[in-house]
């Protein structure tokens, strides 16, 4: 009889019961508040088309890089998954096999918030109480595998299901965003707004940089190479993108550097890089952070024009693992966090516009070190800064709990901005929130049992980060 | 009816029965033990002129640098503070509505030091027992000011009935140390010792530094833009504060550099820095580093000839925020601290001094990363070293135990030095020693219910660290 | 009377119940597994010679570095526990007295590790019941003095008993390894290994680098200032040490650079390296560290050829107090951890064979920051990586804590390798491992008790943590 599966009522909560049972009820009161998750990378097209996802293997295993990258450190090839090839090599091409060695696979798991998020999924969404092996692999894919065939499953009707009550997408400068346009024309009622994510356009060491700009140009029928046409038509897809709902822009810098630079050295770096040639490799390395560093002063300064609060995602070594990257491309699994700082590189932009509360930065890092260290001390003191949840490493039992003991006894809960899921893998959302809200029960329910908090005010402190803060930070 | 206050007689113990009737013990053992405060920023002219405090807005609000960096990182201005411009132009007048506004963004301190030290405040020393908030902010402006104009809550009863064995206040090294003096002479009691700060004088960097210099030229009746007489001023301002009781010197660095010039060079150096004109921007960065770092190495050397203990607190950006340091000044809760380095910054001071068991440098550091990786293992071998406790921003429940969790398993207990108060805001003094005194009784008590350690044992640790190390890292 | 001394069944458990019981559990089924140890510094000639140890302060005090370091930085000298000076001024002779003073400064080491092991094994091995300190000194001399001249306390006979199933010791690459061979053709059942350290011929700044060369050179009958003869003469010295058993090789490297020089690159680099002349001085810092991140890629290239398993240990400042180097020499307690980066710095290794399954390269760091940050990532992506233990001054129950929690989520378990111990202190083997054993039960109970994993799949974690990881990842 295959070992059961199931989730826990109690489950991340400290067993000793004081503890336990506060951390219950602090979670009871949040459980089921809609989820809202402001940061993420959903595709607009699952909503836009409402089609049934093709099959578990397509759905749970090939968009998740927390799965694939465990696999693979384990000797598991990415062709044996299925990731395609940009040399046409022939993958494998049989999902069931696919799931079959995830399945043999999932042990790996263990201890690790994949296992959390995919149980939970298993369990609430599909049903299922049999823990996922070898043997029942072939179980799990079919059970799966009819489920989205039926109406339920179709993506509009998940999105209900998980009570979201709003869902911001990424997407690039140049999209023309049809996939949520057809969202809002559909007249369905589901809340899938965009965000505005310009990488592409401002970071001259991305590998489209230049195909971008042409892009630019096209779509604001403006000359993108001129710096002042280029700035004209970031204002203009700004506002193209608010018009779409968007409340955020969101920035994937290598690291928070600042530069404010007048327009004529703008100008003349920004020529210098547009005519150096048509591939990064002949910008130098100190004009692509130099000029990625400028704009975010920039973006900050039409924030304050257009409203759109800034999010900054630094810190990660894209790409990491070049022969990965040439054959199957980006979002490998490979990229892999730096030491990263944040108090003289943001000066500049502090400097410029720390002091207006009209601006919004909310700040993420990969590196933990500097929670104690930086951010809660910046976030602490200056009115435009916020604190984003622990991220993509860190998104897990034990980064959340790191997080909020480095970061509250300097810059309380009010600096921070509830969760994000920042994810891809639609049906690991409602797992991630549920995480997310066990652990800060958890880490209130610590504060209440060594009474340095009320559980009344722990009760509404409990209320804000699992729905109130991200509403309020992001204007949503 | 109001929401109660009361202080839990087990606040910040564990929970779980065991651990929490041990830290009970071993706490109740070193409750009651006389405070030693051997480094912080209280005002000696508290106690010379043992004049009533003036109301609780300049008493628990104005000097408290913890409570207006969060009102100001969530959108109060500090003129709404009454925090004094230096452009004259006007702020807030009315204590009574700073004190109002305090109390309606109370919640922000949920989870934080500062809400554990002023209810502390609140309780113990004024006996409210009512919840701090928008509806009682007009009572405990009432009850605070009322009191403050009675005999029990003048600055040397305060000091009484705080149970302090002595405290130690910090002067630059161009102070006249007048008000001592005046203690002194008083016949009171209370003892109140100073400690030498020679920043002023040191930091090529410090805004008044050539003011400063030139100060301290007119007291010692030398010429100190001369290196020698320089060097010869500092010997005896250093003499002077041991005669008014100091034992210790204390560094403000920007980082642990030290470096052990000839006479030849630092003459030279010192001379380049005096004669570069008048303000800081003229030295460069370079040159104010170098120099900062030989004098960290001319102080231990004094120190070995004079028995001053050395303390170094290294790492904090300070004045952050231009615009603010501009308006107002130093000390408005913008200094932020940074990754420092010290195995090789220090090494040239212990090349030279390292193996004298004569000298004493206690180390502090905002970056926590140092504590496993750096500090420990420096304290746990050189015989001049000690640990300082956590600081700042680290003075806090989770700060605290994290400094006993990596820096215990390799340096033990007896290379740190107790509790350090750090604090201008001398009613949260007797709070301060509190939270060090119970989260040592939590560590200890972990360490016990582990079986690492045995409860006798702990309790002379408790002691020991409550107590007995301050006295002998400071000779006091 | 004196106090008595036992260790609780129960040690390094949480006190709560349920967590305890499991964790009992968990730990019950792995307590008597045999030790697999295949990374240390033991010394073949005990297991080859056979000979009585010679004397408590011989066997426990001097050759652990955790012990003097301690005392060291309280204030003895080196000299009175009898570490011999290379000028030959007269220390402290009298075992008996060394003993002695080591006890009576026994407090230090509460809640180190070092009070686990020695305590550990004076309980265990010598049957001793009593606390150690000053009064029960003589005690413990006369006990462990009489016992070691008895057969059952011969290293065989301890090796024995302390269920050794593998050790591997370290010797240079210039070694004979003629103890080895004596420990095999004894007909002694005991397996002890070598590994491969070829620091001393790689690391241009190794006090006996030129020395060392010269001896490679005579051993092989190669000329080991040529680059090619060079590296003949390496492949040749790892053959040796393979068929003596070796199943890996360790570089303990300043930091984790690599590099991957063309052979004219390498030939010219080494060539300016030899021929600079004989003493290390000459050689430039950055030839000397470019010149081992090659040898590290070449390492690599060696291990994928022969099947050695590569261990990484970077990052100690070696020898950091001079004035301790030149009188006592190497391995005083005074090596010091520095802050590291691994993620630019092994990237030439990783871009040359980063996906080759074949090759296995297992990290270690003294830098905790990089636990989440950057060797989670990359062992949990990269298949040739693995994670070590936690290493050196992080081998302890709270370091162990820290590595789990940091390390799991990211790079799961079956990314580390189980446990090293790391000592030359032969009797603390069983210590450390016991330690090991139950920190794990102790993560694991935590797991477990939040429900983030089944009791059942933590049994089998906890027996591939203390046995079945170290076997496979060192191929024993």
């Known amino acids: 009889m295959p070992a059961k599966l199931h989730l826990h009522p109690d489950r991340l909560f400290s067993s000793h019961g004081v503890e336990r049972d506060i951390a219950r009820r602090l979670y009871q009161q949040v459980a089921d508040l809609p989820i809202v998750s402001p940061h993420g990378h959903t595709d607009p097209s699952w909503f836009a088309l409402n ?93 799966i595998n009819d489920a989205l065939q039926t109406p339920d499953f179709l993506p509009r009707r998940l999105f209900e299901r998980y009570n979201i009550e709003v869902i911001a997408t990424t997407e690039c400068a140049t999209d023309d965003l049809a996939y949520h346009q057809q969202i809002r ?58 018009e779409m709902g968007a409340t955020s822009t969101d920035h994937g810098h290598p690291t928070a550097q600042t530069a404010d630079l007048t327009d004529a050295q703008a100008r003349s770096l920004f020529d210098r890089i547009v005519n150096s040639g048509v591939s990064k490799t002949d910008v130098s390395a100190a004009d692509a952070e130099l000029f990625r560093a400028h704009m975010l002063v920039k973006m900050a300064e039409m924030s304050l024009d257009d409203g759109l609060v800034m999010q900054l995602h630094p810190g990660s070594f894209r790409n990491h693992n070049d022969q990965l990257f040439r054959v199957f491309g980006r979002d490998k699994g490979a990229d892999i966090p730096q030491s990263i700082e ?124 699992a729905y109130g803060l991200a509403k309020k930070a992001y204007q949503l």
Chains 1, 2, 3 share one sequence.
């Open 185 to 242: 024309n559909s007249g369905w009622q589901g809340k899938v707004i965009t965000a505005f994510r310009p990488d592409g356009v401002i970071d001259p060491e991305h590998e489209q940089f230049q195909s971008r700009l042409t892009k630019l140009s096209q779509i604001t029928d403006l000359d993108c190479r001129n710096y002042d046409q280029y700035i004209t038509a970031l204002r203009q897809r700004r506002a193209f993108f608010k």
């Open 342 to 465: 944040y108090v003289k590189a943001l000066k500049p932009l502090l400097d410029k516009f720390g002091n207006n509360k009209d601006l919004s930065l909310i700040l993420f890092t990969l590196d933990e070190t500097t929670y104690s260290r930086e951010l809660a001390p910046l976030a602490g003191h200056y009115p435009c800064l916020k604190l984003g949840p622990a991220w993509w490493f860190h998104d897990s039992p034990e980064g959340m709990i790191r997080f909020r003991r480095q970061t509250t006894e300097t810059a309380g809960f009010y600096n921070t901005v509830g969760f994000n899921d920042d994810t891809r893998a639609f049906l690991s959302i409602p797992a991630r929130h549920n995480v997310a809200r066990r652990m800060d029960a958890v880490y209130l329910a610590e504060l209440v049992t060594r009474h340095m908090l009320d559980e009344d005010d722990a009760a509404v402190i409990a209320r804000d980060l």
């Open 51 to 143: 089609q049934p996802f093709e099959n578990p293997t397509e759905l749970l295993i090939k968009p998740d890089h927390y799965v694939f990258r465990m696999l693979y450190s384990q000797g598991v090839s990415l062709e044996q998954l299925g990731l395609r090839r940009r040399d046409g090599v022939p993958i494998e091409q049989d999902p069931e096999k696919i799931w079959q060695i995830f399945a043999e696979h999932f042990p790996l798991f263990h201890g690790t918030p994949s296992s959390l998020w995919l149980n939970h999924t298993f369990v609430n969404t599909f049903g299922i109480d049999v823990k996922l092996n070898k043997q029942t692999a072939s179980h799990y894919y079919q059970v």
